[in-house]
């Protein structure tokens, strides 16, 4: 079965950096595009980033563009956010997802989320 | 950027009834090319991660129950429980697809009256 597991959340001081990832397992990773998504205490989702199978496209939210970057290692079948100039508003749980089909930008499997606390 | 607002903010019906969740987008998501919508609805229960209910508008993703309904197009949208259950409690959000950034609707909280 798909199985999405992020890691590497923390509490980190702004202007800090973390670096998240996503073990995935159950289907064939580099197919298929994957997504960060995040959701701050209380709030909505807020889509952040995607990258395809084969990395070469990628796409960020303005919010978090020059400062994050996604990537994917399709032999370690894993996915990357690296997160620089971390700030306040930055502090949300992360959810590694991935895309139902090239294509079809909805996430239908999901991670169980990685938590991030950017605070002095 | 496609802004999708969401109504109503919260909505409680009784244990049976309808539900109906309205989905509103700034611009169309409708792709003349394939004639598809491109919109999804998920269902975030608490301390859980969200679950793809529909994509395209009104296709149902594999293992949703068919109480759950969706339709639209263009620019307006809806999510339909034919009969509430209990386990339905949650929080409802739509998103497009059709542009980058990809945008949420603010949610629907969704309980038992």
């Known amino acids: 079965q798909v199985q999405l597991v992020e890691s590497g959340g923390g509490l980190v001081k702004p202007g800090g950096s973390l670096r998240l990832s996503c073990a995935a397992s159950?289907?064939?990773?580099?197919?298929?595009?994957m997504t960060w998504i995040r959701q701050a205490p209380g709030r909505g989702l807020e889509w952040v980033s995607y990258?395809?199978?084969?990395?070469?496209?990628?796409n960020y939210a303005d919010s978090v563009k020059g400062r994050f970057t996604i990537s994917r290692d399709n032999t370690k079948k894993s996915l990357y956010l690296q997160m620089n100039s971390l700030r306040g508003d930055d502090t949300a749980v992360y959810y590694c997802?991935?895309?139902?089909?090239?294509?079809?930008?909805?996430?239908?499997?999901w991670g169980q989320g990685t938590p991030v606390t950017v605070s002095s | 950027d496609i802004v999708m607002t969401q109504s109503p903010d919260s909505l409680a019906v009784s244990l049976g009834e309808r539900a109906t969740i309205n989905c509103k987008s700034s611009?169309?998501?409708?792709?003349?090319?394939?004639?598809?919508?491109?919109l999804a609805w998920y269902q975030q229960k608490p301390r859980q991660p969200p679950k793809l209910l529909f994509y395209?508008?009104?296709t149902r993703e594999s293992g949703v129950p068919d109480r759950f309904s969706a339709s639209g197009s263009g620019t307006d949208f809806t999510l339909t429980i034919s009969s509430l259950q209990a386990e339905d409690v949650a929080v409802y959000y739509c998103?497009?697809?059709?542009?980058?950034?990809?945008?949420f609707g603010q949610g629907t909280q969704l309980e038992v009256k």
């Open positions: 997802a991935r895309h139902k089909d090239p294509g079809v930008g909805a996430a239908s499997k």
């Open positions: 159950g289907f064939n990773f580099n197919d298929y595009y």
């Open positions: 990258i395809s199978g084969s990395g070469t496209i990628i």
């Open positions: 611009q169309s998501l409708l792709y003349s090319s394939n004639n598809e919508n491109y």
């Open positions: 395209w508008a009104s």
């Open positions: 998103q497009q697809y059709f542009s980058t950034p990809y945008t």
